[in-house]
């Protein structure tokens, strides 16, 4: 319950403070939410795209200028700062500008995914009578519906977690371990098709968990299919936990014999196909490809050979690294720099020492860190052709490892329960809870001040006054941003001095 409060009161200072579309893609997302809210149906990959009034929105947002501490940008175009569109000028989106014409030029590459996040998008702003709002207004109401969806995940995590290891305290501690990745609040604060696939990638892996370690018949084959179903019906990145699903239907005791055990494998992964598993199928059959390409990127390119694949490994997991811990805007701002890839190096190692302490879950968890390696093993390979023939580094983007962080979490915490001893969990829980919290409010002054202070501005001289003049309900959303950030410190602490005072992990 803590972390959870910790977990939204971040969640919703994201929100409040991100400008807007300055998430990953969030004016594409965006588009195609609207397009389904207003009919327009799901274009073939690399047909779709933005409709006048969301082209209108990103003039009147500024995207198409530079924030004042950007680190990495197209061209040079004017600074952020000098751009003034106040939230009660802003247009609205109705049925006469939401659709594009045919002159349309700006791409939409989000229909190369299946299309249940922007359907539920949709019908949730048809209900809430979004259409003929202002843009902002539906993009708030957007957004807080993304945050809504991954509100649970601190939940699931520790219930996941509850399952592997003995101390409780070690569980509710992995709850805040989202808040140590300021990236993940970021996404979840914006709209994107990952926060769907995370819940449900989540849910996925705590149903397979618990299926192997409690046991379970057809009922349970039957409810986890569905969700690895539903996952794979939001986001490909999801289908790297096909092999924790398997492995959990076919393993898990509760039938008794072989053909028992495959008979619960066919049924839950017959019912993922029917309810999503077939969208790949149908790729493979219309376009010879698992997922075709939304955005013809190579158009215009000019062949820049001449890289190694050294040089290739070293970039990209830098920049895998960074974008996993925290690379804001549009991967314009940095958190921790190159210190991000020791973070990700201690998660990897801790991950892999699992495999040797796991007391006889040693499969499992092999079948869990199947899932982050075959995440890094398909980016690594979509763009190494990219980086060899033309310099460039596309789809390498740490968000894509957030399906896995329930298997990650799991993972690190079996390694930190049975190496750690237990009079030493009841000092490095609180240090660890603390820490989050402390890590979390750091990357939302990392990006304030790049989305708002000048180079040569002081931060409390400018930030509030000029992000009042961005985001919808002005000084009083900015001032709501710093009470939240506040209020998820005063949770961690509370957290950190319970297990402190209490010693609730040595309760075993």
Same mark, same amino acid.
Not at 317 to 327: C, D, I, K, L, P
């Given at each position: 319950?803590?972390? /959870?409060?910790?977990?939204?009161?971040?969640?919703? %200072?994201?929100?409040?403070? /991100?400008?807007?579309?300055?998430?990953?893609?969030?004016?594409?997302?965006?588009?195609?939410?609207?397009?389904?809210?207003?009919?327009?149906?799901?274009?073939?990959?690399?047909? %779709?795209?933005?409709?006048?009034?969301?082209?209108?929105?990103?003039?009147?947002?500024?995207?198409?200028?530079?924030?004042?501490?950007?680190?990495?940008?197209?061209?040079?175009?004017?600074?952020?700062? &000098?751009?003034?569109?106040?939230?009660? /000028?802003?247009? /609205?989106?109705?049925?006469?500008?939401?659709?594009?014409?045919?002159?349309?030029?700006?791409?939409?590459?989000?229909?190369?995914?299946?299309?249940?996040?922007?359907?539920?998008?949709?019908?949730?702003?048809?209900?809430?009578?979004?259409?003929?709002?202002?843009?902002?207004?539906?993009?708030?109401?957007?957004?807080?519906?993304?945050?809504?969806?991954?509100?649970?995940?601190?939940?699931?995590?520790?219930?996941?977690?509850?399952?592997?290891?003995?101390?409780?305290?070690?569980?509710? %501690?992995?709850?805040?371990?989202?808040?140590?990745?300021?990236?993940?609040?970021?996404?979840?604060?914006?709209?994107?098709?990952?926060?769907?696939?995370?819940?449900?990638?989540?849910?996925?892996?705590?149903?397979?968990?618990?299926?192997?370690?409690?046991?379970? =018949?057809?009922?349970?084959?039957?409810?986890? =299919?569905?969700?690895?179903?539903?996952?794979?019906?939001?986001?490909?990145?999801?289908?790297?936990?096909?092999?924790?699903?398997?492995?959990?239907?076919?393993?898990?005791?509760?039938?008794?014999?072989?053909?028992?055990?495959?008979?619960? *494998?066919?049924?839950?992964?017959?019912?993922?196909?029917?309810?999503?598993?077939?969208?790949?199928?149908?790729?493979?059959?219309?376009?010879?490809?698992?997922?075709?390409?939304?955005?013809?990127?190579?158009?215009?390119?000019?062949?820049?050979?001449?890289?190694?694949?050294?040089?290739?490994?070293?970039?990209?997991? &830098?920049?895998?690294?960074?974008?996993?811990?925290?690379?804001?805007?549009?991967?314009?701002?940095?958190?921790?720099?190159?210190?991000?890839?020791?973070?990700?190096?201690?998660?990897?190692?801790?991950?892999?020492?699992?495999?040797?302490?796991?007391?006889?879950?040693?499969?499992?968890?092999?079948?869990?860190?199947? %899932?982050?390696?075959?995440?890094?093993?398909?980016?690594?390979?979509?763009?190494?052709?990219?980086?060899?023939?033309?310099?460039? *580094?596309?789809?390498?983007?740490?968000?894509?490892?957030?399906?896995?962080?329930?298997?990650?979490?799991?993972?690190?915490?079996?390694?930190?329960?049975?190496?750690v001893r237990v009079r030493w969990l009841w000092i490095t829980i609180p240090v660890l809870v603390v820490g989050a919290g402390l890590t979390a409010a750091a990357g939302l002054r990392v990006a304030l001040r790049g989305f708002y202070q000048g180079r040569d501005e002081r931060f409390l001289d400018v930030v509030v006054d000029r992000a009042a003049m961005w985001v919808p309900g002005g000084h009083a959303a900015v001032i709501s941003a710093f009470v939240l950030i506040a209020l998820a410190l005063a949770a961690t602490c509370y957290a950190a001095w319970h297990v402190r005072s209490r010693r609730v992990c040595l309760a075993e």
């Amino acid at each position: 319950m803590i972390a /959870t409060v910790a977990w939204a009161a971040i969640m919703i %200072a994201w929100l409040l403070i /991100t400008p807007a579309f300055r998430a990953p893609d969030e004016h594409v997302h965006f588009n195609s939410v609207i397009r389904l809210e207003h009919g327009g149906g799901w274009p073939v990959p690399g047909d %779709a795209k933005v409709g006048p009034g969301v082209v209108t929105a990103m003039s009147e947002a500024g995207l198409s200028y530079k924030l004042p501490r950007s680190e990495t940008h197209w061209g040079n175009p004017p600074v952020y700062l &000098h751009v003034q569109t106040p939230p009660e /000028t802003h247009s /609205t989106i109705d049925s006469d500008n939401a659709l594009p014409g045919p002159d349309a030029t700006v791409a939409d590459q989000m229909s190369q995914h299946p299309p249940l996040f922007y359907a539920i998008q949709a019908t949730a702003a048809r209900i809430a009578g979004m259409p003929g709002e202002t843009w902002s207004t539906q993009l708030f109401f957007a957004r807080l519906l993304d945050v809504l969806m991954m509100l649970p995940l601190p939940w699931l995590l520790a219930s996941t977690v509850r399952l592997l290891v003995p101390s409780p305290g070690v569980a509710g %501690a992995t709850a805040f371990f989202p808040l140590a990745l300021p990236q993940v609040p970021h996404i979840a604060a914006s709209v994107s098709n990952d926060n769907l696939a995370n819940l449900l990638a989540a849910i996925a892996a705590w149903l397979a968990v618990r299926l192997y370690v409690r046991g379970g =018949g057809w009922r349970s084959a039957l409810v986890l =299919g569905l969700a690895m179903g539903l996952a794979a019906l939001t986001k490909g990145t999801t289908l790297v936990l096909l092999p924790v699903v398997v492995f959990a239907l076919y393993a898990a005791p509760g039938v008794v014999g072989r053909t028992h055990r495959i008979y619960r *494998l066919a049924a839950g992964l017959g019912v993922s196909f029917v309810t999503g598993g077939f969208w790949w199928l149908v790729n493979i059959v219309r376009y010879g490809d698992l997922q075709p390409d939304g955005y013809k990127l190579i158009a215009g390119l000019s062949p820049d050979p001449g890289r190694t694949p050294l040089t290739f490994f070293s970039h990209a997991a &830098h920049a895998v690294s960074e974008s996993f811990v925290g690379r804001f805007s549009y991967l314009e701002l940095t958190f921790s720099g190159g210190r991000a890839i020791y973070v990700v190096g201690a998660i990897i190692l801790a991950s892999v020492a699992a495999i040797w302490v796991a007391r006889g879950r040693r499969v499992l968890a092999l079948t869990l860190i199947a %899932a982050p390696v075959l995440t890094i093993a398909f980016m690594f390979k979509s763009s190494y052709p990219w980086y060899i023939d033309y310099g460039l *580094l596309p789809g390498l983007q740490g968000r894509y490892l957030f399906v896995c962080l329930v298997p990650l979490a799991a993972l690190v915490a079996i390694t930190w329960d049975t190496l750690v001893r237990v009079r030493w969990l009841w000092i490095t829980i609180p240090v660890l809870v603390v820490g989050a919290g402390l890590t979390a409010a750091a990357g939302l002054r990392v990006a304030l001040r790049g989305f708002y202070q000048g180079r040569d501005e002081r931060f409390l001289d400018v930030v509030v006054d000029r992000a009042a003049m961005w985001v919808p309900g002005g000084h009083a959303a900015v001032i709501s941003a710093f009470v939240l950030i506040a209020l998820a410190l005063a949770a961690t602490c509370y957290a950190a001095w319970h297990v402190r005072s209490r010693r609730v992990c040595l309760a075993e």
